[in-house]
């Protein structure tokens, strides 16, 4: 099994931050990488796909990219609406998540 | 709008079993694959089970093999997962998710989670 390692697990920022979060993989997984967003009570949304693809509907703040073992979710600007945790998950293999990045108010 | 809502947790004792139900809406059903995840606090979150649109392949994770049973009803718009023998470690959120790509196992769309909670 692939084992994803995000990092940090939490994070404070104040809105108009620019915001990274890192996910590694155990071994390459060729961009099959997806980022998810959850706010409490509810179930993730999907925002990125193939690493670096922004799902139809999300705003462009919202960037990935990477390579091989190492991929990274930006957010270009915070907004109050983005502070939620976050997961990336692979699908090289049978799919498995990151332990999460919890985007706190600073 | 996609919606998929889930029903049928709650509290059932080690051993015992429990039917969730996924009511969906909002895009046809019978076109897309489908999949159960659930979520711990201490586990995150964990792919549990894949059916493809007409039923015919199925897959689980290794931890449910034997225990859980998942189907769909076309006809209703609807997605199951029979859980038997449920241990303490099945205690979780349980989401319903679409997965509308032939070939790449992400999750476009999903509930809002039902909880089962397995305790004596």
């Known amino acids: 099994d692939i084992q994803m390692t995000q990092s940090p697990s939490s994070l404070s920022a104040s809105v108009g931050d620019r915001v990274t979060i890192t996910c590694r993989a155990s071994q390459g997984i060729s961009n099959s990488l997806a980022w998810y967003q959850q706010k409490p009570g509810k179930g993730p949304k999907l925002l990125l796909y193939a690493a670096s693809r922004l799902e139809s509907g999300v705003p462009s703040r919202f960037g990935g990219s990477g390579s091989g073992t190492d991929y990274t979710l930006t957010i270009s600007s915070l907004q109050p609406e983005d502070f939620a945790t976050y997961y990336c998950q692979q699908y090289q293999t049978t799919p498995s998540f990151g332990q999460g990045t919890k985007v706190e108010i600073k | 709008e996609v919606q998929l809502v889930e029903s049928g947790g709650g509290l059932v004792q080690p051993g015992g079993s429990l039917r969730l139900s996924c009511a969906a809406s909002?895009?046809?059903?019978?076109?897309?694959?489908m999949n159960w995840v659930r979520q711990t606090p201490g586990k995150g979150l964990e792919w549990v089970s894949y059916i493809d649109s007409r039923g015919a392949t199925i897959y689980y994770t290794d931890s449910v093999k034997g225990r859980f049973t998942i189907s769909r009803d076309n006809a209703k718009n609807s997605l199951y997962l029979q859980m038997n023998s449920l241990r303490a470690e099945d205690t979780a959120v349980y989401y319903c998710?679409?997965?509308?790509?032939?070939?790449?196992?992400?999750?476009?769309?999903w509930g809002q989670g039902t909880l089962v909670t397995v305790s004596s």
């Open positions: 998710a679409t997965k509308f790509r032939n070939g790449d196992f992400y999750f476009d769309y």
């Open positions: 909002g895009f046809t059903f019978s076109f897309y694959e």
